[in-house]
């Protein structure tokens, strides 16, 4: 029997050598709230505590991968500093947890991946696409910066141009030119997404851990050197001053009015 792990809208689970994270607020598109955001953090070190895993697969059930953040929490007025600092650096806390753990990351991406699920998937190891998939990063149309350590993951995975595109511009990209960036490795037919998924961990778990974890973090060593991830702790600061700032409250609102339109 599978060892379980229960949290709000995040189910957690491991049996022999594959473990699997799975986002399960389908009606939703599987918004990455506060709560889910710590229970992703207590899941990586859940995993960690299970050795015997060697992969573990980030999903989310339904028509989307997740839509990133709720909107709605920009709607209204701000809300007490701290509980919002808290609440966003949640976020940099999961990325980073997810990034730490032992375990190789393979992220299943289907329908959706928005703003924070863009972060969330970036912050895997390896990510594989259903070619209908669509890549956006709003977060500068609702008058936000793109925190969670988002900028500097993108700028590791895809290069400084690329993420200066999709961050300031928010537009939307498909599953191919997302494999062109380097933002997935992998786009396969959305029938065959399940399958190549489930090859791909099978492959991974096959392997000798004593080869493929080390090469893990052989890999995370240097790209840190590269691009690092130390100054991320302060982006909650910038998203408050943001939350706060007129002009940014009125870019939020018209996004959200032009979502309300479609």
Not at 154 to 171: K, N, S
Request: with cysteine.
């Amino acid at each position: 029997m599978p060892a379980l792990h229960v949290t709000d809208h995040l189910l957690v689970e491991a049996e022999g050598p594959l473990g699997r994270l799975t986002l399960d607020r389908p009606e939703k598109l599987n918004p990455l709230s506060t709560s889910v955001l710590l229970g992703i953090e207590s899941a990586a070190r859940w995993f960690d505590e299970r050795p015997e895993v060697r992969v573990v697969v980030v999903s989310g059930t339904g028509r989307a991968f997740s839509a990133g953040a709720d909107l709605a929490a920009f709607a209204g007025p701000p809300a007490d500093g701290v509980a919002v600092r808290d609440a966003v650096d949640a976020g940099r806390r999961m990325a980073d947890a997810l990034e730490a753990m032992r375990a190789v990351t393979v992220a299943r991406i289907q329908g959706h991946c928005i703003g924070g699920g863009v972060v969330l998937a970036a912050a895997c190891d390896l990510r594989v696409a259903g070619a209908s998939a669509v890549f956006a990063i709003p977060e500068v149309d609702l008058g936000i910066p793109l925190s969670w350590g988002g900028v500097p993951r993108l700028v590791r995975e895809i290069g400084a141009p690329a993420t200066r595109d999709l961050v300031m511009t928010c537009r939307r990209v498909g599953a191919s030119e997302a494999r062109e960036l380097g933002l997935v490795q992998r786009v396969v037919d959305d029938d065959g997404l399940d399958d190549a998924v489930e090859t791909l961990a099978a492959q991974l778990a096959a392997r000798a851990p004593a080869a493929l974890l080390p090469t893990k973090r052989h890999v995370d060593a240097i790209t840190a050197q590269m691009v690092g991830l130390g100054r991320s702790w302060d982006e909650a600061d910038g998203f408050l001053t943001a939350l706060h700032d007129e002009d940014s409250r009125a870019a939020a609102a018209r996004y959200l009015e032009g979502l309300a339109r479609r």
